[in-house]
């Protein structure tokens, strides 16, 4: 990327961006020059939080595939042509799996898989027109590491990590980097209620993983873990064999999501969800 700093007005677009990993990654973009686009679903917060940094705020429902185009239009529209998508927007329902609320599985699919396929697609061809331009998804370490309670959750990242090792491939000689962010447990609205659950995954800010997207949109990398060790300690875990494996599952006791959710806490992010599935 051009600039004095690499960053300074580059066109940033980011989904998910009135709250959480997305509202910090967007801070930290405009604070090194770049110019910067949320899209929401919550056009009105959205709107407010970007006027706080100078940005736009746009609304974004990314489950819809003229939504996102949409908000890449009016992007490209009022700040350039958008060398850096973010693909953040994210959900993290919580239960058994075979309980799970048919429509809210459905939600959290159309969200955190098909959302970002669409902001993908939304991007590339001008990206692809120009022979530059980077693509960074959040993904989660859940897409390396799977947990109890969280099955379709890290199902949905699993997928992300391998839609963006395969574009990658795909478009190697293309001038596009691509690039899957995967954080541990983030303290945000996703992990309410599992404070008293942890499943010995480090616990890191919104600013944090908002620096390690800057570093990456700095220096592209394909897999960056937040905290890095983390992708270290994963990558060997995947070479233990089973028994090894279950019997350090039931050391971290990995199910305490399950077990000791505080439900109270949650509550409110839990609405949030089931008004959410509604729309």
């Known amino acids: 990327m051009g600039g004095k700093n690499g960053l300074q007005d580059r066109v940033v677009v ?107 697609q939304a991007v590339l061809p001008d990206m692809l027109e120009r022979g530059a331009g980077h693509v960074i998804n959040v993904a989660s370490l859940a897409g390396r590491f799977a947990l109890p309670g969280l099955a379709v959750y890290c199902a949905t990242k699993y997928a992300v990590v391998g839609l963006t090792e ?21 303290r945000t609205d996703l992990a309410a209620g599992t404070d008293d659950a942890d499943t ?6 919104p600013e944090d993983v908002a620096s390690a997207i800057v570093r ?15 992708e270290n300690a994963s990558a060997f875990y995947r070479l233990l064999p089973g028994s090894l494996t279950t019997l350090g599952r039931r050391l971290i006791r990995d199910d305490r999501v399950l077990h000791r959710l505080d439900r109270q806490a949650r509550a409110h992010y839990d609405q949030r969800l089931a008004a959410l599935s509604s729309r």
Do not use: W
């Open 14 to 120: 980011i989904s998910g961006g009135a709250r959480g990993i997305g509202l910090a990654t967007a801070r930290a973009f405009a604070e090194r020059g770049a110019r910067v686009a949320i899209g929401d679903i919550d056009a009105g917060l959205a709107g407010r939080e970007a006027a706080g940094f100078g940005g736009l705020g746009a609304p974004l429902d990314v489950r819809d595939r003229d939504s996102f185009r949409g908000f890449v239009a009016r992007a490209r529209s009022e700040l350039g042509p958008v060398d850096l998508l973010v693909n953040n927007a994210g959900i993290m329902p919580t239960g058994r799996f075979h309980e799970a609320d048919p429509g809210l599985m459905d939600t959290q699919i159309d969200i955190n898989l098909r959302g970002v396929i669409h902001g993908m």
């Open 166 to 186: 395969s574009a990658a491939a795909e478009y190697r000689d293309s001038g596009i980097s691509f690039s899957a962010i995967m954080p541990a447990k983030v």
């Open 200 to 205: 010995g995954i480090p616990t890191v800010n």
């Open 216 to 230: 990456t949109a700095l220096k592209p990398e394909l897999f960056v873990a937040v905290p890095r060790f983390m």
